[in-house]
């Protein structure tokens, strides 16, 4: 259980039970040693300033705890920013995967199948060339991705 909710009531309560035990004490004290008359005023400049020492302790804990709120939101607000950059990173890498990657990779499979059915020597040294081709745009957009996953700049080969 966190006490961090409770703490400036409870410090509220525990001045209070120590100004009361101690004030009283301390009145007790001064009505042997001053006239009646002036024992009312004191009790009522007792209350006075039990409302003015705990009204500042409160404003000084309050203060103190709107303070680390407002910290804690600005690093919510920061971490929120990087996480939605990330976040676009993390699109724009998705779409680099499902869309460029697709056309090399069915290049490279169609090139394939093609010089497996194929007799001639001239045409597959063709089709190899085309082949070597889309393996180096399949590369080219793999470094591609790996740059924007990373925030760098792609250098391309080809």
Not at 25 to 44: G, Q
Not at 76 to 102: F, M, P, Y
Not at 123 to 133: G, N
Request: charged share 25%.
């Amino acid at each position: 259980m966190s006490t961090g909710k409770y703490k400036i009531p409870l410090i509220y309560v525990a001045i209070g039970i120590l100004w009361i035990v101690l004030s009283d004490t301390a009145a007790l004290w001064l009505s042997e040693h001053i006239p009646r008359s002036l024992l009312n005023y004191l009790n009522v400049g007792k209350g006075v300033l039990f409302v003015l020492c705990t009204g500042w302790v409160l404003f000084v804990l309050m203060d103190k705890e709107q303070k680390k709120l407002i910290h804690q939101k600005e690093q919510h607000k920061e971490r929120e920013a990087v996480i939605g950059l990330q976040n676009e990173k993390l699109k724009a890498v998705s779409w680099l995967n499902s869309h460029e990657i697709r056309k090399p990779v069915a290049s490279i499979l169609a090139l394939a199948q093609l010089m497996k059915s194929s007799d001639s020597e001239e045409e597959k040294s063709e089709l190899l060339e085309l082949l070597h081709r889309c393996a180096v745009d399949l590369d080219d957009i793999i470094l591609e991705i790996n740059a924007e996953a990373s925030g760098r700049s792609a250098v391309k080969k080809s």
